[in-house]
């Protein structure tokens, strides 16, 4: 059988970059959209979504720890840097952050089914730059569909390790595109979700049932996922992987969840009362963001520093001249000349372009 695909990674990292980017500010973008088309106030907004982002970013990363990893971390209080990610543990950070933030805010209104349909989109962008680096990938396979990474690839070392190819080999040998697969499943996810979107009748069960998906998605992808492209929990149980038990349980306990939301929620109109958020809690909550950042400038990736500087920096900013603003006449008085020395500048220029 001939193979058409064929990867090399020695560029790898550079997709895995830019997919990782464009991933992170389409859900970005798609949320921020949502939420200021629904009237939300911005700042709490934006907030609430740098925060979901944030512990997103630390979920994926924390979550790959394999055991020597944690033992540090228990030893020294110590979170040593790790290169490696993993969706799952991104997904419960997300959740973890939003709700936190939505809990110290008192922000009441529909927070987790803003993400329901840029989630799965955002996977399906990112799972490109995962076929292009060769992180996570499948088991051999003789299917006309199988890929071969080059002889720089994790692909090719463990084929080599395992003695399924030899050094005189120039690619590894085939094997299931994973990625693809996910790729395929989160956009068929995102497509249910939004046509699905107007009868749920419990809020956040749309959220609920989009990361259930995903999460049947994935128990079925890690049959034909190689062990070492796995971080931990692989050990077979029963015929099944420790992460798939784990999954299953969550699907069940899911469902359940699910269909008791549903069942004990009449549909009709919801009434939000005004949202009335302390400026005590929105600045606690951003000197916050703005420590965690800070202390883990060492430990985020540059890439990862640079997302969250791009969204804190001008939000922050924001905030604090308008707190300014509110609380000190002068601070008032000194917004206005600006404005007024602004309006008048243009003045002089639109007149001075008529002048002989």
């Given at each position: 059988?001939?193979?058409?695909?064929?990867?090399?990674?020695?560029?790898?990292?550079?997709?895995?970059?830019?997919?990782?980017?464009?991933?992170?500010?389409?859900?970005?973008?798609?949320?921020?959209?949502?939420?200021?088309?629904?009237?939300?106030?911005k700042i709490p907004w934006l907030l609430l979504i740098i925060t979901g982002g944030l512990f997103f970013i630390i979920g994926e990363k924390v979550a790959s720890y394999s055991s020597w990893q944690w033992l540090k971390v228990f030893?020294?209080?110590?979170?040593?840097?790790?290169?490696?990610?993993?969706?799952?543990?991104?997904?419960?950070?997300?959740?973890?952050?939003?709700?936190?933030?939505?809990?110290?805010?008192?922000?009441?209104?529909?927070?987790?089914?803003?993400?329901?349909?840029?989630?799965?989109?955002?996977?399906?962008?990112?799972?490109?730059?995962?076929?292009?680096?060769?992180?996570?990938?499948?088991?051999?396979?003789?299917?006309?569909?199988?890929?071969?990474?080059?002889?720089?690839?994790?692909?090719?070392?463990?084929?080599?390790?395992?003695?399924?190819?030899?050094?005189?080999?120039?690619?590894s040998a085939a094997v299931h595109p994973i990625q693809v697969y996910e790729m395929l499943g989160c956009l068929i996810i995102a497509f249910l979700v939004w046509r699905t979107r107007a009868k749920w009748k419990a809020s956040e069960?749309?959220?609920?049932?989009?990361?259930?998906?995903?999460?049947?998605?994935?128990?079925?992808?890690e049959f034909v996922r190689d062990p070492e492209s796995s971080f931990s929990l692989t050990q077979v149980f029963f015929g099944l992987k420790i992460i798939q038990w784990i999954i299953m349980i969550f699907i069940i306990s899911g469902?359940?969840?699910?269909?008791?939301?549903?069942?004990?929620?009449?549909?009709?109109?919801?009434?939000?009362?005004?949202?009335?958020?302390?400026?005590?809690?929105?600045?606690?909550?951003?000197?916050?963001?703005?420590?965690?950042?800070?202390?883990?400038?060492?430990?985020?990736?540059?890439?990862?520093?640079?997302?969250?500087?791009?969204?804190?920096?001008?939000?922050?900013?924001?905030?604090?001249?308008?707190?300014?603003?509110?609380?000190?006449?002068?601070?008032?008085?000194?917004?206005?000349?600006?404005?007024?020395?602004?309006?008048?500048?243009?003045?002089?220029?639109?007149?001075?372009?008529?002048?002989?």
């Amino acid at each position: 059988m001939q193979i058409l695909f064929i990867i090399e990674t020695t560029h790898g990292g550079l997709y895995y970059t830019i997919t990782y980017l464009t991933a992170i500010l389409l859900v970005a973008t798609f949320t921020i959209y949502i939420g200021f088309a629904k009237g939300y106030p911005k700042i709490p907004w934006l907030l609430l979504i740098i925060t979901g982002g944030l512990f997103f970013i630390i979920g994926e990363k924390v979550a790959s720890y394999s055991s020597w990893q944690w033992l540090k971390v228990f030893q020294s209080f110590n979170f040593p840097p790790g290169q490696k990610k993993t969706i799952l543990g991104g997904i419960l950070g997300l959740f973890a952050g939003l709700m936190l933030a939505k809990i110290w805010l008192r922000f009441y209104l529909p927070v987790l089914d803003n993400f329901s349909i840029a989630l799965p989109l955002a996977m399906a962008i990112s799972r490109l730059g995962c076929l292009m680096a060769g992180c996570c990938f499948g088991t051999s396979t003789s299917l006309p569909w199988g890929i071969k990474y080059g002889y720089t690839s994790m692909v090719y070392r463990t084929h080599i390790l395992k003695g399924i190819v030899h050094f005189h080999d120039k690619t590894s040998a085939a094997v299931h595109p994973i990625q693809v697969y996910e790729m395929l499943g989160c956009l068929i996810i995102a497509f249910l979700v939004w046509r699905t979107r107007a009868k749920w009748k419990a809020s956040e069960s749309l959220f609920l049932f989009s990361v259930l998906c995903y999460a049947g998605l994935r128990f079925l992808v890690e049959f034909v996922r190689d062990p070492e492209s796995s971080f931990s929990l692989t050990q077979v149980f029963f015929g099944l992987k420790i992460i798939q038990w784990i999954i299953m349980i969550f699907i069940i306990s899911g469902i359940v969840l699910l269909v008791a939301r549903e069942k004990n929620t009449k549909r009709g109109p919801v009434i939000y009362r005004p949202l009335r958020i302390s400026n005590f809690r929105l600045t606690i909550l951003t000197l916050f963001l703005y420590s965690v950042v800070l202390a883990g400038r060492n430990w985020f990736t540059s890439t990862e520093l640079s997302l969250l500087l791009i969204f804190l920096v001008p939000v922050g900013f924001i905030f604090f001249l308008r707190l300014y603003q509110s609380y000190t006449p002068s601070g008032l008085s000194w917004a206005e000349s600006v404005l007024k020395k602004i309006t008048n500048q243009n003045k002089i220029v639109k007149t001075g372009n008529h002048l002989p």
